[in-house]
């Protein structure tokens, strides 16, 4: 083959390679807009529509709502995980305690879909659950500080952490844009009820593998994993 014959072919190519990294790009900053408006809720048949493609394409760069949410979120989870190292390099162990839960707890009222991802997991997306994880590892980490210090309640644990970001999206997704102060209040009463000296016991924690399973992402039809609608 001459060199004559192979340039019809490149040229070709090309511009498919570059329709699909538009169409990638299209798809995650329309899922960007969707999420952040509605939640994890939000179909991906809706996020189809928003970034103008069909859902066929869209099941093609993102087979399962599991990567399009690794892919949409990457950036916030990075930007959590650094909240956290932000606050364990704060010399006061309780004024980086109390930053990182107000910065978390901003992050998921700025972002709906944010707000769910911070108490889902998603097994599948191992970049993003190891991200969280390190977040994890941080919080220990953070609370040991505070309590050492004297600052921190002693029987807090990591299922607290847990509780207070899904009290907290509860919160940030029924006042919506009615009330969009609302959880700073909310924020603040917890944080107040978890510095030491403690007011009082506390009843027992939940079970922690059960919190891990009510975290695990199921869509409304028991599907983690969503077929496109041929129908349609």
Same mark, same amino acid.
């Given at each position: 083959?001459?060199?004559?014959?192979?340039?019809?072919?490149?040229?070709?190519?090309?511009?498919?390679?570059?329709?699909?990294?538009?169409?990638?790009?299209?798809?995650?900053?329309?899922?960007?807009?969707?999420?952040?408006?509605?939640?994890?809720?939000?179909?991906?048949?809706?996020?189809?529509?928003?970034?103008?493609?069909?859902?066929?394409?869209?099941?093609?760069?993102?087979?399962?709502?599991?990567?399009?949410?690794?892919?949409?979120?990457?950036?916030? @989870?990075?930007?959590?995980?650094?909240?956290? $190292? /932000?606050?364990?390099?704060? #010399? *006061?162990? +309780? &004024?980086?305690? !109390?930053?990182?839960?107000?910065?978390?707890?901003?992050?998921?009222?700025?972002?709906?879909?944010?707000?769910?991802?911070?108490?889902?997991?998603?097994?599948?997306?191992?970049?993003?659950?190891?991200?969280?994880?390190?977040?994890?590892?941080?919080?220990?980490?953070?609370?040991?500080?505070?309590?050492?210090?004297?600052?921190?309640?002693?029987?807090?644990?990591?299922?607290?952490?847990?509780?207070?970001? @899904?009290?907290?999206?509860?919160?940030?997704? $029924? /006042?919506?844009?009615?009330? #969009? *102060?609302? +959880? &700073?209040?909310? !924020?603040?009463?917890?944080?107040?009820?978890?510095?030491?000296?403690?007011?009082?016991?506390?009843?027992?924690?939940?079970?922690?593998?059960?919190?891990?399973?009510?975290?695990?992402?199921?869509?409304?039809?028991?599907?983690?994993?969503?077929?496109?609608?041929?129908?349609?």
């Amino acid at each position: 083959m001459t060199p004559g014959s192979q340039r019809p072919d490149d040229t070709t190519a090309q511009p498919l390679r570059s329709d699909a990294e538009r169409n990638r790009g299209r798809i995650i900053a329309a899922a960007r807009r969707v999420l952040a408006r509605d939640g994890l809720n939000a179909s991906m048949a809706s996020v189809a529509r928003e970034a103008g493609v069909g859902i066929a394409t869209m099941f093609r760069h993102f087979p399962t709502e599991e990567e399009l949410v690794a892919a949409v979120f990457a950036d916030r @989870m990075d930007a959590y995980a650094d909240a956290l $190292a /932000t606050a364990l390099d704060d #010399p *006061d162990p +309780w &004024r980086g305690f !109390v930053g990182y839960i107000e910065t978390a707890c901003a992050m998921q009222a700025a972002d709906y879909g944010f707000a769910d991802v911070l108490t889902t997991t998603f097994p599948s997306a191992k970049a993003m659950e190891g991200r969280r994880h390190e977040a994890l590892e941080g919080m220990l980490q953070l609370s040991a500080r505070a309590k050492a210090a004297g600052r921190l309640r002693e029987d807090l644990d990591s299922t607290d952490i847990a509780l207070l970001l @899904m009290a907290n999206a509860g919160v940030v997704n $029924a /006042t919506g844009g009615a009330a #969009p *102060d609302a +959880w &700073r209040r909310v !924020v603040a009463l917890f944080i107040q009820s978890l510095e030491a000296p403690a007011r009082g016991p506390l009843p027992a924690s939940p079970d922690h593998d059960a919190l891990h399973q009510t975290m695990l992402r199921t869509r409304p039809d028991g599907l983690t994993t969503m077929e496109p609608d041929t129908t349609s």
